[in-house]
């Protein structure tokens, strides 16, 4: 296992299978005290609901402590650079900092102040190894084997760091990956298959991952209105219809924007699993790096 979680790309095939395991085996068993006497500190630049519990879950389901830095209160405002900060947490002596920032990079750049782990929690439209994780783990438990399936990532595509994890891992892992979205919301730089028209591949794909649109990170307008966006993107009971499909999404969700109230409630639609897989993964991440 690499020292720090910053990209997927610090993730060999081995490792990925590994934490993927033992994520399996925290989902199906009573979890042990492995971070017993430890103490993580989770410092969050952006807004989160689901990464940031999940990760303070998964330290008290294997018996750590948790510090999470109220940014609104710290010295960040008073302009300390993050780097000061992550060192003076370290001095603390933290076994481990989950960060999330707006920008790309910050847990790369924070890596070279600390001496304890740095997991990263979503750095800009950089990367969420984390999250293509626990995509991956929903996968994997519905499907078995991996390898030759096809998943179509639907949306805001150049600035999703959800996107970005998931392409690398999906793709080492066997599975062909379509990315579907409006021009100005394709990834230009990507080799993959691309199309605008979902109903063009919604015959062939064994999973759709839905992805908000990322409003915090446009400068500008680029688009009419979700709305807009929604009648050619949202991913509808209709759409669906009896197919064999399963449906992704990191959250928040934009209801009936992404995908729709009647396919939120149905049993393929996997949010919820997404979610609690997240804790079991979180587990595994931090049992890894901390204790090895
Ligand atoms: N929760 C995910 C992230 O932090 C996806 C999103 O915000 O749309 O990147």
Partial sequence: ????????????INDI????????????????????NKLITTIFFENSTRTLSSFEIAVKRLGGKVVRLDISKSS????????????NINAMNTDAIIIRHQSAGAGNYLAKYVTCPIINGGDGAHAHPTQA???????????????????????DIVNSRVATSGIDIFSRLGME???????????????????????????EVDVIMSLRTQTERHNNQI???????????????????NRNIIILHPGPVH???????????????????????????????LNRLINQ
């Fill in 76 to 87: 960040t405002l008073k302009g300390e650079t993050i780097a000061d900060t992550a060192a």
């Fill in 223 to 241: 688009y009419g209105s979700l709305k807009d966006y929604a009648s050619r993107y949202c991913i509808t009971k209709d759409l669906i219809g």
């Fill in 255 to 285: 209801r009936n924007i992404d995908i729709d109230d009647e396919m939120l409630k149905d049993s393929r639609c996997k949010v919820l699993s997404q979610v609690s897989n997240g804790v079991y993964i979180r587990m595994a991440i």
């Fill in 133 to 155: 994780l626990l995509d991956t783990l929903t996968m994997k438990l519905h499907f078995k084997n991996l390898e030759g399936k096809k998943i179509a990532i639907v949306g």
């Fill in 17 to 36: 299978n590994e934490i993927l395991d033992e994520a399996i085996s925290y989902k199906n068993a009573i979890p042990n005290n492995t971070l017993e």
């Fill in 177 to 203: 990956v379509i990315l579907v979205a409006p021009p100005h919301f394709q990834s230009i730089s990507n080799k993959l298959r691309q199309t605008t028209n979902i109903k063009e591949i919604i015959d």
């Fill in 1 to 12: 296992m690499p020292k720090h979680l910053i990209s997927t790309n610090d993730l060999s």
